[in-house]
């Protein structure tokens, strides 16, 4: 299906059919594409406070629907669940074997140094990521117990192109996961000493308070339907 296909779905979908606080971008039998917003859960959390959630609110509108991959409560964007067991073990398969394209954006303090000024081809930052038992559930890099971790991140030729410009000294970045760790992205970038704008778990308290919310998008998801095969593309615009 392309881009076109996939933009005419989410814009004919049933807004009466809308989980609160929820947007469904494409839904039939296979899977749903969502929009989730900053600051809601992916998943049930420990405590009675924290059992509000995307994967909670869908499934009372989509009773079949189970949770593929999460994102982090304070990034928005794309997210897939399965529609039922089986299609799950088929999405879950696909997460694993890395055959799944994620893209995000982001908004970092300063400017990164690229190759050459004005670069925009892809950079790689490969440092292993564990947990820092100390103070879970943050992470850190660790040479000796780190998981290998990669993300792949270039400067944005066009800053604005969403009709948005990003503070100043900041940068908007495009960011690939090329492995999935916990909390990947936002280590990484704070490794490369440009941590995320309002990042309230590894940016220091100034560069926190320059937002409103942690400004880390899911922008761009690309994948193969599990049931046909098709491949499937969806954008979904930073809205910051």
């Known amino acids: 299906m392309n881009a076109e296909a996939v933009s005419a779905v989410a814009d004919n979908a049933d807004s009466s059919a809308q989980p609160p606080g929820v947007e469904v971008l494409f839904a039939d039998d296979a899977l749903l594409v969502l929009r989730k917003p900053s600051g809601l859960l992916s998943v049930p959390g420990r405590g009675a406070d924290k059992q509000d959630c995307l994967s909670l609110r869908v499934q009372r509108l989509y009773p079949d629907a189970l949770v593929v991959h999460r994102l982090d409560m304070a990034t928005s964007g794309l997210l897939v669940m399965a529609r039922g067991a089986a299609m799950q073990r088929l999405l879950n398969r696909a997460f694993a074997e890395r055959a799944v394209d994620k893209r995000y954006v982001a908004v970092v303090a300063g400017r990164p140094h690229a190759s050459t000024p004005l670069d925009t081809a892809w950079q790689e930052i490969d440092l292993p990521i564990a947990v820092d038992w100390p103070r879970r559930p943050l992470r850190v890099i660790d040479s000796v117990n780190g998981k290998p971790s990669v993300t792949r991140w270039r400067v944005l030729a066009d800053p604005s192109a969403d009709g948005l410009s990003p503070p100043e000294d900041s940068t908007r970045l495009e960011l690939e996961p090329v492995t999935g ?53 969806f954008h979904d615009p930073a809205p910051f």
Do not use: C, K, N
Request: hydrophobic share 40%; net charge positive.
């Open 181 to 233: 760790r916990s909390h990947q992205l936002r280590v990484h970038l704070q490794a490369l000493g440009h941590p995320i704008l309002g990042d309230t778990l590894y940016a220091p308290p100034q560069i926190q308070a320059r937002a409103g919310r942690l400004l880390l998008h899911a922008s761009a998801l690309t994948l193969s339907h599990p049931a046909t095969g098709e491949r499937l593309a």
